[in-house]
C-alpha cells in the first residue's frame, strides 16, 4: 500500500459547483496532516492545514478521519482560480520535525 | 524575504555530465529538503537537513546523488553522472521546526 493514496482526477466541475477531494494514508503514527495546492509548473504551496476537528477556511473545509486514515477536502462555490493540482500531505511518524510525505495530487479543472 | 530561491531554473545537459543544483533557503529556517517531482512518482523526498546536518537521505536514489549543506544559507544537490532517468524537477524547501514548508520555484532538469 503507498504511504499516501489520492484520486488523481481530473475532476472536471463548472463554475459554482461543490466538489470533494479524499485521501487516504498508511501510516497511523502521522500527527501532522496538510492540503498543498501546486499550479502548473509552479511549486507547490500549502493550502491549509488539517486538525482532528476538522477545519474551515472560507470555501475551503479539510476533516480528518484518524481510525480511517483518512483526510478529505471539501471546495464550495468553485472559482476558475481553483484550478489546480491538490496534495495531499502527511508527516512520516510522530517525531517532531520529520519529513513529509506527498501524495501524487488530485487534479482538478473548473470551467465557465 | 525573497523566498527560496534555486538555480539554474532550467538545465539541459547530456548523459555523463556531472550536474549541481544550488538552493538559498529562507533565512532563520532550520530545515531544508530537497525533493524530485516526476509524473510517474509524483513528489518524492531525496534528502533532508536540520541544522546543516543530515538527517534523512534514505530518499536518495543511488551513490550518484550527493547532497551537502556547508553553512545556514546555503546547500547542493548534485548528481555524477546524470542520466536520462534523472530528469525531473528538483525542489528544494526549508521550514522552521515543524511549521509550513516553503518550496523554491524548482529546477527543470533534461539529461538527453
Known amino acids: 500500500r503507498k504511504e499516501v493514496e489520492q484520486d488523481p482526477g481530473p475532476f472536471n466541475v463548472p463554475e459554482g459547483a461543490t466538489v470533494a477531494f479524499n485521501c487516504t494514508y498508511s501510516?497511523?503514527?502521522?500527527?501532522?496532516f496538510f492540503w498543498y495546492r501546486q499550479d502548473c509548473r509552479k511549486e507547490p504551496k500549502l493550502l491549509m492545514s488539517v486538525y482532528s476537528s476538522g477545519n474551515e477556511d472560507g470555501r475551503f473545509t479539510a476533516q480528518l478521519n484518524r481510525a480511517s486514515q483518512y483526510i478529505s477536502l471539501l471546495i464550495r462555490d468553485s472559482k476558475l482560480s481553483d484550478s489546480a493540482t491538490y496534495l495531499c500531505?502527511?508527516?512520516?511518524?510522530?517525531?517532531?520535525?520529520?519529513?513529509?510525505?506527498f501524495g501524487k495530487g488530485t487534479t482538478l479543472s473548473v470551467s465557465s | 524575504d525573497a523566498g527560496v530561491i534555486q538555480s539554474p531554473r532550467h538545465e539541459v545537459t547530456e548523459m555523463g555530465q556531472e550536474v549541481t543544483l544550488r538552493c538559498k533557503p529562507i533565512s532563520g529556517h532550520d530545515y531544508l529538503f530537497w525533493y524530485r517531482q516526476t509524473m510517474m512518482r509524483g513528489l518524492e523526498l531525496l534528502i533532508y537537513f536540520n541544522n546543516n546536518v543530515p538527517i534523512d537521505d534514505s530518499g536518495m536514489p543511488e551513490d550518484r546523488f550527493s547532497a551537502k549543506m556547508p553553512n545556514a544559507s546555503f546547500s547542493t544537490l548534485k548528481i555524477q553522472p546524470s542520466e536520462p532517468r534523472d530528469s525531473a524537477v528538483y525542489f528544494c524547501a526549508s521550514s522552521w521546526l515543524r511549521a509550513e514548508q516553503f518550496f523554491g520555484p524548482g529546477t527543470r532538469l533534461t539529461v538527453l
Open positions: 501510516n497511523s503514527a502521522s500527527q501532522s
Open positions: 500531505v502527511v508527516n512520516q511518524g510522530n517525531q517532531a520535525g520529520t519529513a513529509l510525505i
